[in-house]
């Protein structure tokens, strides 16, 4: 559980600075209200609503507008949305994963394959790209949240597959089976996470030129303005200059 990853998600590093709040509390309260839906309305007995809710308070949702996407859940007349991935290729053979929650495949689909089909990207079959990738369950706390050695032997007691400690952050990995587990000990022993996720990897890069990476901000950014598109990942290999650029950093 030693070393550092030579990852990391763009759109990590691009961060919030071209997302719309309300929009954003949108899709969160989507993933709420299906997660109440196809389970129980109680967090403690339903992990995917946990993750959501958690997930909703980092961005800082309000109390109220997490309580209403429950208790929408609840409603017998709810729209009946569906988790559904896609995945193809971007500007310089970039591998992307498009993660979505729609109550219409045949509106979704289509948008998102003119999205690729605008930026010269194909979107290819299920598993087309998948298979570049790994998912994770990813876990982050910043380095004053407590010492290398504490989050290290915290995790590792927990089942978490790898620790990495730079100079701004502690990040947990684990697998998806032991995700609940490993941040629910992590956050008793130091408190909320700044982010906790399930996230897609990449186990290949590929590196495209900057004419390239520009119009594949460009395509994250119309695919990340979608209402049905909850998460993007991609397996850019960029540096972080050009990231910095590109995202007017």
């Known amino acids: 559980m030693a070393g550092h ?14 997302a719309k709040r309300a ?35 980092q961005k800082n949702m309000p109390k109220d507008r997490i309580d209403r996407a429950i208790k929408s859940g609840e409603a017998a007349d709810t729209a009946n949305y569906e988790s559904v991935r896609y995945e193809g290729y971007g500007p310089g053979g970039v591998a992307i994963i498009v993660e979505a929650l729609t109550d219409n495949r045949n509106r979704t689909a289509p948008e998102i394959r003119t999205a690729f089909s605008k930026a010269g990207g194909a979107l290819g079959e299920t598993n087309s790209v998948s298979f570049m990738f790994q998912r994770l369950g990813v876990i982050a706390y910043p380095l004053a949240a407590g010492s290398a050695d504490a989050m290290f032997e915290t995790a590792a007691e927990a089942g978490a597959d790898n620790v990495d400690s730079d100079d701004t952050e502690h ?22 996470a700044s982010n ?51 995202s007017g950093g």
């Open 23 to 57: 929009k954003i509390f949108n899709k969160l309260a989507r993933e709420i209200t299906v997660a109440a839906k196809i389970g129980l309305p109680d967090p403690a007995m339903n992990p995917r609503l946990r993750a959501a809710i958690i997930a909703a308070r």
């Open 5 to 18: 990853s030579q990852f990391k998600n763009i759109m990590h590093r691009k961060g919030g600075q071209d």
């Open 196 to 246: 906790s996720a399930l996230e897609w990897r990449p186990l290949t890069m590929a590196t495209p030129s900057p004419e390239q990476a520009e119009s594949l901000f460009k395509l994250i950014d119309v695919l990340e303005d979608n209402d049905d598109v909850q998460s993007v990942a991609a397996n850019a290999e960029l540096s972080d200059e050009l990231v910095q650029r590109l």
């Open 171 to 192: 990040e947990v990995t684990t697998t998806i089976e032991n995700f609940s587990a490993v941040r629910d000990a992590l956050e008793e022993k130091f408190g909320p």
